[in-house]
């Protein structure tokens, strides 16, 4: 499983931007600027500007219709100017572009999503299915298929790998991103650290308020772990109403040390969301139980990390009070339960 998710995301980082920047949903993020003729111009000038390698298509415009746009692409202008008897070049020389222009090209806003557009534009049939699309924004645009299949690609496995409410990843990658950095710092003076966090009576909230005000506050929780954690942490999504945080810390030679940083960070995250979500009742605002663990020098395994953390944030619920809670969570990290 590991394994795979490791192949998927190196893909992933190899993709249109990037798998962290698969926010790509509008065209306007794909598209770039389009070379624009009239239909009039001789076909021995558009010769010229194809025969830069970076021109995959050109848009043609009507001058005496200012609504009507066309394309052509260098598949196109290729199969032309050869002919079926290698005579298209002399024939076609100094005839208009507009006889070698496609007048139906697929032509989409801007803001259109990358998924239905790339959805639209392989349906088209035949030669049309891998045209360019033009992108009418205040001055033409073109994407190419390939691209937008790329980049539909890449939303998809990003969804499929963040949780749709909150938008961090959810548990399997997190596992993924814990056994990652637990081999990365086998060996060394780093201590590879787990926060949990619960949301504290969260099926009373749902049962008071409603789904739809739980669903605003997972989501805000998600929002402000997203952006703001310390650098080098991963926020994630583990279960329905619970959140994690990993992180490192390098060269920490001291238990006692290791373990006063590690609370720190899960007082920062707590601190981090301690304010109501704008938009709803502070009232529904809800607090929330916390634990972490962190490994011990040179060794780490995610699994018992987590089961080390899991262990603490149960102890943690089920204390009479958050004072005594928090007590409790210190005093299990200072005793040498490191989760390794």
């Not at 993709?15 to 509008?26: D, E, N, P």
């Not at 924004?137 to 980049?151: H, K, M, N, Y």
Request: proline letters at 4%; one cysteine or more.
């Amino acid at each position: 499983m590991h394994a795979d998710l490791t192949l998927l995301t190196q893909r992933l980082g190899n993709a249109v931007g990037g798998y962290k920047v698969a926010a790509t949903t509008t065209v306007a993020d794909l598209a770039h600027a389009v070379d624009v003729v009239d239909a009039g111009m001789p076909v021995a000038r558009l010769e010229l500007i194809f025969r830069s390698p970076h021109v995959a298509s050109v848009a043609v415009r009507d001058p005496d219709d200012d609504r009507r746009i066309g394309l052509v692409t260098r598949t196109r202008f290729t199969a032309a100017m050869t002919g079926r008897l290698g005579f298209g070049r002399a024939v076609l020389a100094r005839r208009g572009t507009d006889e070698l222009t496609d007048w139906g090209p697929m032509v989409v806003p801007p803001t259109a999503p990358v998924s239905e557009v790339a959805v639209r534009a392989m349906q088209r049939f035949d030669e049309r299915r891998y045209d360019d699309v033009l992108v009418a924004d205040e001055s033409w645009g073109v994407v190419s298929t390939a691209d937008l299949v790329r980049s539909l690609s890449t939303l998809l496995a990003v969804r499929s790998l963040h949780d749709p409410l909150t938008a961090l990843p959810h548990r399997s990658m997190a596992m993924h991103e814990l056994t990652r950095r637990c081999a990365e710092s086998a060996g060394t003076g780093a201590r590879v650290v787990v926060v949990l966090l619960d949301i504290a009576g969260f099926s009373r909230l749902n049962s008071t308020y409603g789904p739809a005000v739980g669903d605003i506050v997972l989501a805000g929780v998600g929002a402000r772990l997203a952006g703001g954690l310390p650098g080098g942490c991963q926020a994630a999504r583990t279960a329905g109403d619970e959140f994690a945080v990993i992180a490192s810390l390098p060269g920490v030679a001291s238990d006692q040390h290791a373990a006063a940083l590690v609370d720190g960070l899960r007082r920062d995250v707590l601190a981090l969301l301690a304010q109501p979500q704008a938009g709803i009742d502070p009232s529904a605002w809800p607090a929330f139980h916390s634990a972490a663990a962190f490994s011990g020098l040179g060794s780490a395994d995610a699994e018992h990390l987590v089961a080390s953390a899991q262990r603490r944030l149960r102890s943690a619920k089920e204390s009479a009070s958050v004072g005594g809670g928090l007590a409790d969570e210190l005093r299990g990290i200072l005793t040498g339960d490191l989760g390794v």
